[in-house]
């Protein structure tokens, strides 16, 4: 890892062709996406049209707004934050742009990734044997949210996730091992 000093102003990435990646939006002080205090990158775009979403308006792979990935990369790096949640949308269809942002803010300073999507785990497993960018966001997360909004099943008290469906895992052992562990209990975050 880099030790980085540099301006508040300053631009950390220079002379890199932009590469695009379509978010919905990003919020630099989130409370509620993770433990801890937060910067969220919602991305654009999701076939999972689960009923009752919460972002709704991120499903859309149309809608959004187009950014630079190194430009998000370094919004991330100036800020104060340590903790990094990828949501949207759907992040593993963006895979190959989400596993590049958090390499590059890895090379600046040291983050905690989680990653919430509407796969499931083994789903994502046996996808990665096959998809180097689906394994690539895989390795850099250390916790994944999986499983599709149920409405039914809806719990607000459940912690970081909207229905009882969903799961929380600790994926740092991957790909090393694809034993991830199963978190019961928000303290084990």
Request: glycine share 6%; charged share 30%; net charge negative.
């Amino acid at each position: 890892m880099m030790t980085a000093t540099y301006r508040k102003n300053a631009k950390i990435f220079s002379g890199y062709e932009p590469e695009p990646i379509k978010i919905a939006g990003i919020l630099e002080d989130s409370t509620v996406d993770g433990p801890g205090l937060r910067f969220v990158v919602f991305v654009q775009g999701c076939p999972h049209d689960c009923e009752g979403c919460h972002n709704k308006e991120a499903q859309d792979f149309d809608g959004g707004v187009t950014a630079d990935i190194y430009k998000v990369a370094e919004k991330i790096i100036k800020s104060r934050v340590e903790r990094v949640t990828f949501s949207g949308g759907e992040p593993f269809s963006q895979a190959a742009e989400l596993a590049k942002i958090a390499r590059l803010v890895r090379d600046f300073k040291d983050i905690e990734l989680i990653t919430y999507t509407g796969y499931i785990l083994e789903e994502l497993f046996e996808a990665a044997e096959h998809d180097a960018d689906i394994k690539d966001l895989l390795e850099q997360t250390n916790y994944l949210v999986d499983g599709k909004f149920e409405q039914d099943k809806k719990r607000p008290d459940w912690f970081y996730r909207g229905s009882s469906n969903q799961r929380i895992f600790d994926i740092t052992c991957y790909p090393n091992s694809k034993r991830a562990r199963l978190i019961l209990k928000r303290e084990d975050l």
